[in-house]
């Protein structure tokens, strides 16, 4: 495998781009008390110093960029804010793009640590080996999450193998993500239009996606939603189910943060 050497620790390892762009809305503000979500303080230093604390911890990690209006580090390169989703990943995958994985990671992860982040990246590449797949995006058991922190929510789709929420990491071939910047950009500005994600999806998955939830989620399943994704985005898409709920724990609302166990 090919690897960017951490030039920090000196490890080789996958490169990762934490995504810690964006302002806090009011009511968040209200609550963390600083614009940048991802320097809100937790359990006594802040987001992105859990989750930079938490891919340190993996030997398989090496150079790591941050992507947005954060304080300078040793740890870590910073490229500034973008001003939204996509161009951020795409400016922090085109700082790797030699490289044959990067992970990408969300900055709002308190729980994240090494043994999570190391069995992730290590299924996800022998995942892509085995499969082609080109992005591989995790998926965790709801009832994982809630079982070992409960009180946050989180938003989940029933499946015909069981009831899912999505991680805040993905495993991406570097050349895939930015030969096909276009229709991800385009998919994710769909993602609050539901006519724009039924013709990028397909009605036909739609229909199954609304009956899953109400009536029967044995019409949806993980294979059918790897295939449209793949459609979507050009690409092969691949879920992998991991069991460890401190991937897909993130803060993102206000009720999150109140919900957390006072320390």
Do not use: W
Request: glycine letters at 10%.
């Amino acid at each position: 495998m090919t690897s960017v050497v951490n030039t920090i620790s000196g490890n080789p390892g996958v490169p990762v781009v934490i995504l810690a762009g964006g302002k806090a809305k009011p009511e968040l503000k209200a609550v963390i008390g600083v614009d940048v979500r991802a320097l809100a303080v937790v359990f006594g230093k802040t987001l992105l110093d859990h989750v930079v604390d938490g891919l340190s911890a993996a030997p398989g990690v090496g150079e790591m960029v941050v992507v947005g209006n954060v304080p300078a580090s040793d740890r870590y390169a910073v490229i500034p804010d973008g001003g939204d989703f996509v161009t951020n990943i795409i400016a922090g995958v085109e700082k790797f793009k030699s490289a044959e994985y990067v992970v990408v990671c969300t900055s709002d992860l308190p729980y994240l640590n090494g043994e999570s982040v190391q069995a992730f990246v290590d299924e996800a590449i022998k995942l892509a080996q085995q499969s082609g797949g080109q992005m591989i995006y995790p998926i965790v058991e709801v009832a994982e999450c809630y079982k070992r922190f409960p009180g946050i929510k989180r938003t989940a789709r029933k499946l015909k193998e069981g009831a899912y929420t999505g991680g805040n990491l993905m495993l991406i071939r570097p050349e895939f993500v930015l030969s096909q910047r276009q229709r991800i950009a385009d998919a994710y500005d769909a993602r609050k239009s539901p006519a724009r994600i039924a013709a990028m999806l397909g009605y036909g998955t739609l229909v199954r996606l609304i009956l899953s939830q109400t009536i029967s989620p044995s019409l949806l399943t993980v294979s059918l939603l790897e295939q449209r994704a793949s459609s979507m985005l050009g690409g092969a898409v691949r879920a992998l189910v991991t069991p460890y709920p401190e991937i897909a724990t993130d803060l993102d609302k206000p009720s999150d943060f109140t919900a957390l166990p006072k320390q």
